[in-house]
Nanobody
Framework: QVQLVESGGGLVQAGGSLRLSCAASGRILSSYAMGWFRQAPGKEREFVAAIGWSVGSTYHADSVKGRFTISRDNAKNTVYLQMNSLKPEDTAVYYC???????????????????WGQGTQVTVSS
């Protein structure tokens, strides 16, 4: 079992920055692919960013590319999402997810992930 707890959400003005953290317990994350997803009211959960455990294995959705950066610190069993140049359309509940990865690659669909956090709210005001 993997337990994931997100933190770092909040209210920020457009153009501002936030850094989300996802702390894991129950398993060591070094063999897991990690992802961030978000869900706005009335919309489906959508992929934001993912990172595998092999070096350089990251992927960001086009909507956040150049503004958001996913990273991981295996020593701290934690994954981060640095969000810069935030826009009102980034407002959503952000979820962290984990999936065991044999190859080290990342995944970018919700069906690929077995473990999910409870989510953290990000609100961007215009």
């Amino acid at each position: 079992q993997v337990q994931l707890v997100e933190s770092g959400g909040g209210l920020v003005q457009a153009g501002g920055s936030l850094r989300l953290s996802c702390a894991a317990s129950g398993r060591i994350l070094s063999s897991y692919a990690m992802g961030w997803f978000r869900q706005a009211p009335g919309k489906e959960r959508e992929f934001v960013a993912a990172i595998g455990w092999s070096v350089g294995s990251t992927y960001h959705a086009d909507s956040v590319k150049g503004r958001f950066t996913i990273s991981r610190d295996n020593a701290k069993n934690t994954v981060y999402l640095q969000m810069n140049s935030l826009k009102p359309e980034d407002t959503a509940v952000y979820y962290c997810a984990a999936a065991f990865s044999y190859s080290g690659r990342y995944y970018y669909t919700t069906d690929d992930y077995r473990y999910w956090g409870q989510g953290t709210q990000v609100t961007v005001s215009s």
